[in-house]
């Protein structure tokens, strides 16, 4: 069936309409070809109209021009027991000009299930009127599966709820960013969210959603508590509930479970991403010792369009929890983690040995021999225990044993003061694996680290699922004394993903920051060697800063950070060699080095123009 004509009478409707239908089975779904081409050739939409229901419920839309080819739709119909008739209308407001067409309409699984002679077995119910064998877990989950609601029949209705009359007994969490919204239809974005519920499948029934839309940001959680139930015992306790996400930048849907009143619990279930426009069933057995709760969170994506619905949510096989004491009496209140600065190495001892140095001078902790403060931290050990070395960066890191090496974050640590969530929902750098990685972080964290190339390796990232575009996180060395003339700084980084930001080296010292290295966008799917020359610096700091791209799609990481020649010049007692130069401060370097545009002396005496 197609229209083609040209015309510019106001707001004009072609109307298609089906035979009627009197009801379908639970999983029915309706699918048909369609074709929107034309310069203005307008929206079209399919109507769903249910006898004893004044207003239609859309059930697809296309608003223009798709271009000149066959695209399909397929539509979730569900259980519909009463009569109905769907309604295909083109809109043309003004002006038409294109092609619009339809065909090859199917309708699948739309049968209620057929009559079974024998229906045995603990996991099966025999449906009253129909006769139909249906599973056991298809019993209160607010969805007729028999077409007689006998499988609804005789349920609690204290573990089930629609969201028809409100949230029955579930709960929204105060300690989240917002609230679960209760509404009918569709949401308020054109392309994410529902356009009608699960329970009635039309316009008129309700179900909850997560509004992506301002004032929302990146991450925010809104968390749903169910009641609290008995220990599940030998007895199987069963969750039920359905979902949807629709939408380019829906980002996650998770479901908890926890016995202690001030805690995230354990995740028993996750899905990521899109899952086309459909209301999708999901089952959970659950087994606890102790009573529980179960926790839905839905989190933010990156954008308006990540509306999460949820529906009809049903439990089986449980019992609620009616103590007398509430049963989060127990509830563990242990102290909440701070983020260690302290670097591995020689651990220091409270007190110092017997010494006569002056506050200029640093203490070796196992001698009490006396250097000087600037031989601290300055890639050569002074000390016999090495201690003059043992709270600095270290020479080499590839962050194996979950070991930072020194390295630390300036910008965290004055937030430890107050450990928040404000510290988790930062941007900031971190220890990272590919065993760890959700789905579809794969496609922009790396898998392997590159000293070990193994997925058990650990490598530092900057993950860019916490904070906003144009976030920085930094992370520095401590104080560095003193460099040689051949310093440099060699690190392998993964940049990789739609919208990675940028990764930069700084050099910072008492109050100047300037920029020695940066690189910015995707660079490809590995590990990329970089090499950064320092030179001869004193009392400085080396900092990696990434910037936040406009989306999660964008993890810089970091591994293997080497310090190469690093230490500064000895002044030998011998005098230097026929092969040798001595510069103006008696040191000695190779000749080779002289007027190279390197400092190599430290006083630029091999670099005079008298030579």
């Given at each position: 069936m197609?229209?083609l004509?040209k ?10 309409r089906s ?14 070809w369609?074709?929107n081409f ?12 249910v ?5 239609p ?5 296309t608003?223009?021009s798709e271009?000149?080819?066959?695209l399909q ?6 259980r ?7 309604s295909?209308?083109?809109?043309s407001?003004?002006?038409?000009e294109?092609v619009?067409a ?6 699948e699984n ?8 024998s229906?045995e ?12 064998c ?17 499988d ?11 969201f028809?009359q409100?949230?029955?007994n579930?709960?929204?969490d ?8 209760r509404?009918?239809?569709?949401t ?18 309700h179900?909850?959603y997560?509004?992506s ?7 925010d959680?809104?968390v749903l ?11 199987t306790?069963?969750?039920?509930f359905h ?5 380019k930048q ?5 479901v908890f ?8 619990g354990w ?7 899109n ?6 069933r999901?089952?959970l057995?659950?087994?606890s010792?102790?009573p529980f709760?179960?926790l839905?969170k839905?989190?933010v994506g990156?954008?308006?369009?990540g509306d ?6 049903s439990?089986l096989?449980c019992?609620?929890?009616?103590g007398?004491q509430?049963?989060f009496?127990?509830s ?11 670097t ?5 001892p409270?007190?110092l ?9 640093f ?5 009490g021999h ?11 050990p002074?000390?016999?225990?090495k201690?003059?070395e ?13 070991d ?9 640590e004055q ?5 928040s ?10 220890l990272?694996?590919?065993a ?8 922009h964290?790396?898998?392997t680290?590159?000293?070990?190339c193994?997925?058990?390796g650990w490598?530092?990232?900057?993950d860019s699922s ?8 930094d992370?520095a060395?401590?104080v ?10 060699i ?13 930069e080296?700084?050099y910072?010292?008492?109050?100047k920051?300037f920029k020695?290295w ?10 990329n060697r970089?090499?950064v ?15 936040r791209?406009?989306?999660?799609m964008?993890?810089v ?7 190469e020649d ?17 510069c103006?401060n ?5 000749k ?15 670099e005079?123009?008298?030579i």
């Amino acid at each position: 069936m197609f229209i083609l004509k040209k015309s510019n009478n106001i707001s004009q409707i072609a109307r298609l309409r089906s035979p009627k239908f009197r009801q379908t089975g639970s999983n029915c779904t309706l699918s048909f070809w369609y074709y929107n081409f034309g310069l203005s050739v307008g929206a079209a939409e399919l109507q769903l109209l249910v006898e004893g229901l004044k207003q239609p419920t859309v059930l697809w839309r296309t608003y223009y021009s798709e271009g000149r080819q066959w695209l399909q739709a397929v539509i979730q119909l569900g259980r519909l027991p009463h009569p109905f008739q769907f309604s295909l209308d083109k809109i043309s407001l003004g002006f038409y000009e294109g092609v619009s067409a339809i065909d090859d309409i199917r309708f699948e699984n739309c049968a209620l299930p057929p009559a079974a002679l024998s229906c045995e077995g603990p996991n099966h119910f025999w449906c009253r009127d129909t006769k139909a064998c249906i599973d056991s877990l298809l019993m209160c989950d607010l969805v007729d599966d028999c077409g007689d609601g006998s499988d609804e029949d005789s349920c609690d209705p204290d573990l089930q709820c629609n969201f028809e009359q409100g949230l029955c007994n579930w709960e929204q969490d105060v300690e989240d960013d917002f609230d679960w919204i209760r509404i009918r239809g569709p949401t308020p974005t054109v392309n994410t969210g529902p356009l009608k519920d699960h329970t009635t499948g039309t316009a008129r029934g309700h179900y909850l959603y997560l509004e992506s839309s301002e004032p929302r940001r990146f991450q925010d959680k809104a968390v749903l508590l169910s009641p609290l139930f008995n220990p599940s015992g030998n007895g199987t306790c069963v969750f039920r509930f359905h979902y949807h996400m629709f939408g380019k930048q829906v980002y996650k849907l998770s479901v908890f479970q926890r016995t202690v009143s001030n805690t995230a619990g354990w995740m028993l279930w996750y899905k990521f991403g899109n899952q086309e426009n459909r209301w999708i069933r999901q089952t959970l057995f659950i087994s606890s010792s102790k009573p529980f709760q179960i926790l839905v969170k839905g989190i933010v994506g990156d954008g308006f369009t990540g509306d999460i619905g949820l529906d009809d949510v049903s439990f089986l096989g449980c019992t609620l929890y009616n103590g007398a004491q509430h049963p989060f009496g127990y509830s563990f209140k242990g102290n909440l983690p701070t983020i260690s600065t302290t670097t591995s190495g020689t651990s220091v001892p409270a007190t110092l040995p017997m010494n006569n140095c002056t506050e200029e001078e640093f203490v070796c902790r196992a001698s009490g021999h006396c250097i000087q403060m600037i031989q601290k931290c300055d890639f050569r050990p002074d000390c016999s225990d090495k201690s003059d070395e043992s709270a600095c960066v270290m020479e080499v890191c590839d962050f194996e044993d979950k070991d930072l090496c020194g390295w630390h974050q300036p910008a965290l640590e004055q937030m430890s003061g107050n450990y928040s969530i404000l510290i988790t929902k930062t941007f900031k750098w971190q220890l990272g694996r590919g065993a760890n990685l959700y789905p579809e972080q794969e496609q922009h964290c790396p898998l392997t680290d590159h000293t070990t190339c193994t997925e058990e390796g650990w490598y530092l990232f900057a993950d860019s699922s916490n904070g906003e575009f144009g976030h920085t996180a930094d992370i520095a060395t401590p104080v560095i004394s003193l460099t040689g003339p051949r310093c440099k700084i060699i690190f392998w980084n993964h940049m990789n993903g739609s919208t990675i930001g940028s990764l930069e080296v700084l050099y910072k010292s008492s109050n100047k920051t300037f920029k020695l290295w940066t690189q910015s966008g995707s660079q490809g799917p590995q590990w990329n060697r970089a090499e950064v020359f320092l030179g001869i610096h004193s009392d400085f700091q080396v900092i990696f800063r990434a910037k936040r791209g406009v989306s999660y799609m964008g993890d810089v990481a970091l591994d293997d950070i080497t310090f190469e020649d690093c230490s500064p010049l000895l002044i030998s007692d011998k005098p230097c060699t026929s092969e040798e130069f001595m510069c103006a401060n008696k040191y000695c370097i190779p000749k080779n080095n002289l007027c190279d545009f390197v400092n190599d002396c430290e006083d630029n005496s091999d670099e005079s123009p008298s030579i």
